[in-house]
C-alpha cells in the first residue's frame, strides 16, 4: 500500500509564498504522472499543476506564472512551489499520484490522493 503524506501549508498574507510537499512511501516501481489540485468550499475541486511522466508541465491559467511544481524521484517527494499567493488561492491542496506500485512480482498501475491539506491567504 502506497501512502502520501503532505505538509506546507499554513496561513500566510496576499502576497506571501508557501511550499506544499507530498511524500510518498511504500513499494513503488515508478512514477508517472503527478499533479496538485485543490478545493475551494462550494466548489468543485480543479487540477493545479501536473508534471507528466515525460516531465512535461501544465498549469491552470489562474496559477501560471506564480506557481510551479517540481518533484524528486528519489525522495518520491513533490512539490508546489507558491509565490505572489492571492485570497482566491484559499484552499485545500491534495497531491495525486498516478505511479507504478510492486506488488510481490506484479506491477499494478494505481492513483493515490494525499490526505489534503489547508492554505489560507488573508487579503
Known amino acids: 500500500q502506497v501512502q502520501l503524506v503532505e505538509s506546507g501549508g499554513g496561513l500566510v498574507h496576499a502576497g506571501g509564498t508557501l511550499r506544499l510537499s507530498c511524500a510518498a512511501s511504500?513499494?513503488?516501481?515508478?512514477?508517472?504522472?503527478t499533479a496538485w489540485y485543490r478545493q475551494a468550499p462550494g466548489k468543485e475541486r480543479e487540477l493545479v499543476g501536473a508534471?507528466?511522466?515525460?516531465?512535461?508541465?501544465n498549469y491552470a491559467d489562474s496559477v501560471k506564472g506564480r506557481f510551479s511544481t517540481s518533484r524528486d524521484n528519489t525522495k518520491r517527494t513533490m512539490y508546489l512551489q507558491m509565490n505572489n499567493l492571492k485570497p482566491e488561492d484559499t484552499a485545500v491542496y491534495y497531491c495525486?499520484?498516478?505511479?507504478?506500485?510492486?506488488?510481490?512480482?506484479?506491477?499494478?498501475?494505481?492513483?493515490?490522493w494525499g490526505q489534503g491539506i489547508q492554505v489560507t491567504v488573508s487579503s
Open positions: 511504500g513499494s513503488i516501481a515508478s512514477w508517472n504522472t
Open positions: 508534471i507528466s511522466g515525460g516531465g512535461v508541465t
Open positions: 495525486n499520484v498516478d505511479l507504478t506500485e510492486k506488488r510481490g512480482s506484479f506491477f499494478a498501475r494505481r492513483v493515490y
